[in-house]
């Protein structure tokens, strides 16, 4: 089975607007982390959200976390042209081997 | 703040040659893996690394691919002889089991032609 999958698939939106990811996982989790992925370039980390919390903040960046639905929300408040990106969700594990299993990820598209 | 440092950047080759990519993980992490990512498609588990030996991997690790930390510092991932299919960004990444947080290297981009 599949682990974080997101949606929307791809997301466009004018600057200064909010943008919101969802991610959905299947099985228990030790924590969800949320990256952000430039085109052809390496994954850098966002935010590292843990089982046992509901949200978290960092900056322009809201996470939060519903274990009962197994889901997870991504939200970048005023976007900016910057922000265009790839977001990918991530779970880990710690029973399983420790691996992040990533979702398929959202296509940020944010217009000036 | 640390980082994970991969080499080469991008690395080109024939069909059924072998290849080394090179990570430096950062000192104070014990859990090492390897993911790829081939072109506009999700990020894979490969191989995970701890205590000096393999601890899981992955189908997709097979008799081609191999892992080392030679001496203490470096890890690598070889490919013995590499597909078409192998093409992808390879990514190094260490665990914070402290915090339960990864740090990933900028990758590799292996060409294989």
């Known amino acids: 089975s599949q682990q974080g999958e997101e949606d929307p698939q791809a997301l466009s939106i004018q600057e200064g607007e909010n943008a919101t990811m969802n991610c959905s996982y299947k099985t228990s989790i030790n924590n969800l982390q949320w990256y952000r992925q430039n085109s052809g370039r390496g994954l850098v980390h966002l935010i590292l959200?843990?089982?046992?919390?509901r949200e978290k903040h960092s900056g322009r960046l809201r996470v939060t976390l519903d274990t009962s639905k197994k889901s997870s929300s991504l939200l970048i408040t005023a976007s900016r042209a910057a922000d265009t990106a790839s977001y990918f969700c991530a779970t880990l594990h710690l029973e399983y081997g420790n691996k992040l299993v990533f979702g398929a990820g959202t296509i940020l598209r944010v217009k000036s | 703040e640390p980082e994970v440092t991969q080499t080469p950047s991008h690395q080109v080759t024939q069909m059924g040659q072998e290849v080394i990519l090179r990570c430096v993980p950062i000192?104070?992490?014990?859990?090492f893996y390897w993911y790829r990512q081939i072109l506009g498609q999700k990020v894979e588990f490969l191989v995970s690394?701890?205590?000096?030996?393999?601890?899981?991997k992955s189908e997709i690790f097979d008799d081609q691919f191999s892992v080392e930390r030679p001496d203490g510092s470096n890890f690598t991932l070889k490919i013995r002889s590499t597909k078409l299919e192998d093409s992808a960004m390879y990514f190094c990444a260490g665990l914070d089991r402290d915090w339960g947080g990864y740090t990933f290297g900028s990758g590799t981009r292996l060409t294989v032609v």
């Open positions: 000192s104070n992490h014990l859990y």
């Open positions: 959200i843990r089982s046992n919390e």
């Open positions: 690394f701890y205590n000096n030996e393999i601890s899981e």
